[in-house]
């Protein structure tokens, strides 16, 4: 076997020992006036109006797409403290406001230390050394479930052996606990990549090819995992193969970007593709908009009902500094947008997101050297929105409002319940301790972002979100009808404020089910951008809060959903009445008898 550089992507020969931190050559490359006679004018006319009334009501209304920014990249605390150790093909993921990272490349082939740290709107703190994998790790995936991390396939050795080895371990701020084989991956595998939701781990892709140049498989595996470990895997197939690639799961959907689509010399694909997670596996896939360039070995992470890219190879003679981001929602993913660059050309770096930041670990230059540098950066949210009214006069205003929702204030780290309760498809709780009066927790297991501010609690604030998917939720026996998808959100030790909510189906409206009234309500302040939905509901109100979002097909409590759809509706049939009165007071040509 030819020695490869880290992660032994095939583009990559070796040539010399210093070949292990410069790439000697990259052999691989990309891809009427009757009417008007007689009273029926009116009548017309009118008609007409009204029907470009109904029209109206049934027309969505504009709003501008969102602007989902990155801050500037910061330095921040160096791999293992020193700027002179670095390293590259680890697997890196986040939990309960610490990063764990597992394995990696230098030269002399795969390591098998541990490190982890914490993290904060400050960076990343003092990097401890924690519990050693049993085995080199290079190129393989970990995914974090519920305080347990779970670790699949991967490099071994520097003579290039991969392993279909599955280890698991418990993780908590005092670092990693006791690692134990659990059930193995059904093939030898590395350059995979695996995500977890509500308690079950999809891995995608990957190669099963120790020789070189090595093939991409096909394989798509999930199974359920639990403080017992990794139960029997099941599996499916992708469309392609693909090996190289980076999937996240947000909201029930799996999306993959990128990847080596065969082997040298025409490996290299913009594919994105995406497909709905359960319990029961993975769906059907479906191809998405398309990454602006070629990439493989790009990281990729979802956050709010984005999904955010940095770096990567590309083209298969160059490397990217360049970072995209896109909407993800149950239709695919959205138009791709350039934000802030790397502060250099990057490739097989690990950048998990926590919490409105991402944070990027390691990595090689486009040199091939190995790098020691951490850096990572904000996620702001910034929404316009534009709506207008009618008042009973018939005069119109415009307001524009802008939401716009960081990291600030304490934060909830989030921990599925596995499984999740009867009737919903994942549940997460989060735990946090407001700072200023605000509190905010991520659920990536549910797609809800839950803000409070205004809120007088000082003590442990706990936020339980759970998806109910489609069907109507215990207590609220009301159905909205298709098109509606239903959440549920609970908030103790916390009595006043505000809650912003922010949920990523494609929606119109947002309500949460009063109880005491048994009717639905309005949230206040909603915001609609791109696949997320976001308004406000007095924290007051949730105390396991049903919510719904969507556009219902049927009127919430006999009335329309839209204020102002209800308002365009009476104008329209006053308008059909009018014509009617007319149609009867015009004058008659008498017929004789």
């Known amino acids: ?50 029907f470009f009334v109904v029209i109206m009501i049934a027309a969505p209304v504009a709003r501008p797409a969102s602007a989902e ?4 990249w910061t330095s921040t605390t160096p791999w293992e403290n020193s700027v002179s150790t670095g390293i590259t093909g680890e697997s890196c993921a986040t939990y309960s406001g610490y990063i764990y990272c597992v394995g990696g490349f230098l030269v002399g082939g795969p ?40 670790c699949v396939g991967g490099d071994t050795d520097s003579a290039g052996d991969y392993t279909k080895a599955v280890y698991y371990a418990s993780i908590s701020s005092s670092g990693v606990g006791t690692w134990t084989s659990t059930t193995s991956y059904p093939i030898i595998i590395a350059q ?29 595996e999930y199974a359920s995992v639990s403080s017992s470990g990794v139960g029997a895997w099941q599996t499916s197939t992708l469309p392609v193969v693909l090996a190289g690639e980076s999937c996240n799961i947000s909201s029930g959907y799996i999306y993959c970007v990128g990847g080596d689509t065969a082997q040298i010399p025409t490996p290299y694909s913009d594919l994105v593709l995406y497909a709905s997670v359960s319990s029961s596996g993975v769906g059907t896939w479906t191809v998405t908009t398309h990454y602006p360039t070629d990439i493989t070995y790009s990281s990729c992470g979802t956050y709010s009902g984005y999904i955010y890219c940095v770096g990567g190879f590309i083209d298969g003679s160059s490397f990217a500094s360049a970072v995209y981001y896109a909407p993800v929602s149950s239709s695919g993913v959205g138009t791709w947008t350039s934000t802030s660059s790397y502060p250099g ?21 486009y040199l091939g050297f190995i790098q020691s540098g951490v850096y990572y950066t904000s996620i ?8 207008s009214s009618s008042s009973s006069t018939s005069s119109s205003s415009s307001s524009t409002t802008t939401s716009t929702s960081s990291a600030a204030g304490g934060s909830a780290p989030c921990a599925p319940v596995t499984p999740p309760p009867t009737g919903a498809s994942a549940q997460d709780t989060c735990t946090g301790t407001p700072a200023g009066g605000s509190l905010t927790a991520v659920s990536t297991d549910t797609g809800i972002t839950v803000s409070i501010t205004g809120t007088s609690a000082t003590g442990s604030v706990t936020i339980t979100s759970s998806d109910e998917s489609a069907a109507p939720p215990s207590g609220a026996d009301l159905n909205l009808g298709t098109g509606t998808t239903y959440y549920d959100v609970k908030v103790s030790g916390a009595v006043d404020g505000t809650a912003q909510i922010c949920i990523s189906p494609t929606a119109a409206t947002m309500q949460y089910y009063d109880s005491t009234s048994s009717t639905w309500v309005s949230a206040s302040n909603i915001v609609v951008t791109g696949a997320q939905i976001c308004g406000d509901i007095p924290v007051s109100a949730l105390t396991g809060t049903p919510i719904a979002a969507g556009t219902p ?15 365009l509706a009476a104008t329209a049939i006053g308008i059909l009445a009018l014509a009617v009165f007319l149609k009867m007071r015009a004058p008659r040509k008498l017929v004789p008898v």
């Open 1 to 50: 076997m030819v020695p490869q550089i880290q992660g032994r992507p095939p583009e990559f020969e070796i040539h010399a020992t210093w070949s292990r931190l410069l790439p000697i050559y990259i052999t691989a490359t990309a891809r009427s006036r009757k009417l008007r006679s007689t009273g029926v004018h009116t009548i017309a006319v009118l008609t007409f109006v009204a």
């Open 69 to 72: 920014t990155l801050g500037s």
């Open 111 to 150: 390591r098998s230390g541990v490190y982890y740290a914490p993290i904060s709107s400050s960076g990343v703190g003092t990097w401890t050394a924690t519990t050693s994998y049993p085995t080199g790790f290079d190129g393989g995936s970990c995914a974090i479930s519920a305080g347990y991390i779970y």
């Open 192 to 220: 995979e990549s695996c995500a977890t939701s509500g308690g079950y781990i999809y891995c995608v892709g990957g190669t099963a090819d120790e020789s070189y140049p090595n093939t991409p498989s096909d394989a798509v």
């Open 345 to 365: 050309e990057i490739y097989l770096q690990s950048c998990p997101i926590y919490q409105g930041y991402i944070y990027c670990v390691g990595g090689q230059n």
């Open 380 to 387: 702001s949210t910034s929404v316009t929105s534009t709506s």
């Open 553 to 567: 097909t049927v009127p919430i409590n006999g009335v329309p959903e839209f204020p102002v759809a209800s308002g």
